[in-house]
């Protein structure tokens, strides 16, 4: 099977952009994105759809497993794994590649992601000393460890733009995990950052959840989140007057 791969070109230092085609012939039906972006790489000489010369595609990869994000990209407009979308369940033979476009484009397929982490010391989500997990939440740990921080549930989002103060449901997943395993005077500083940077900002749309790649029930840990952050401090307060 031959697919046209349109991909949305930009140079570095530059801001305009402009479409290429290639042409690749899929091997087996298990062919993906990012196979097709590696073997049109790999060619000794790389033409586009028109046989004219052209340069390298750039994009990032890592584990090409769906364990790192860094893959991330908008497949036929909508946020993917370049690693995770297989050609032959996409919809055309025309497969149309662009960055994510929530973030700073550096390059062709590249964009720049470091607002994830940006927020992440924003929140202050980090461990200062060993905690301890009760079995209860053991669970709810596991789900939130499932998170690669790819940026697609950030891609999908209304309410998020970089540079926002409004974190996202990337933040979510880690924020749960502590607010669950920190005791509680430690948890009080990442709750109140959270109410402001996640929760109040949050539209609950859950369009994160129909794209996250891992499959992550965000709905799911941002009810725990609200929970652990927002009601039972209220609760404290309450029981303290």
């Known amino acids: 099977m031959t697919y046209t791969i349109s991909v949305l070109r930009k140079e570095r230092g530059s801001?305009?952009?402009y479409r290429e085609s290639f042409l690749y012939e899929a091997e087996t039906e298990h062919d993906t994105v990012a196979s097709?972006?590696?073997?049109?790489?790999?060619?000794?000489?790389?033409?586009?759809a028109d046989g004219i010369p052209a340069r390298k595609i750039e994009w990032e990869c890592s584990c090409l497993q769906k364990k790192c994000g860094a893959c991330a990209m908008l497949v036929n407009g909508r946020p993917r794994l370049a690693c995770d979308a297989r050609l032959s369940e996409l919809p055309s033979l025309t497969v149309k590649l662009e960055p994510l476009k929530k973030f700073p484009t550096v390059c062709d397929l590249v964009a720049d992601?470091?607002?994830?982490?940006?927020?992440?010391?924003?929140?202050?989500?980090?461990?200062r000393k060993d905690a301890e997990l009760a079995d209860r939440d053991r669970e709810l740990a596991y789900a939130s460890s499932e998170c690669i921080q790819c940026?697609?549930?950030l891609e999908i989002c209304p309410n998020f733009y970089a540079g926002g103060s409004f974190s996202g449901m990337a933040s979510v997943p880690v924020t749960t995990r502590l607010l669950a395993e920190l005791p509680t005077e430690e948890a009080k500083e990442i709750a109140k950052l959270y109410a402001v940077?996640?929760?109040?900002?949050?539209?609950?749309?859950?369009a994160c959840k129909d794209v996250c790649p891992r499959k992550i029930d965000t709905e799911n840990l941002m009810v725990n989140a609200n929970a652990f952050a927002l009601w039972?401090?209220?609760?404290?307060r309450k029981n303290d007057n």
């Open 36 to 48: 097709a972006l590696r073997a049109l790489n790999a060619r000794e000489r790389l033409v586009n």
């Open 151 to 153: 940026g697609c549930c």
């Open 197 to 206: 940077h996640t929760f109040e900002g949050c539209g609950k749309s859950l």
């Open 113 to 127: 992601r470091s607002i994830l982490f940006e927020n992440l010391k924003t929140l202050r989500l980090w461990l």
């Open 15 to 17: 801001e305009e952009t």
């Open 232 to 236: 039972k401090r209220k609760r404290r």
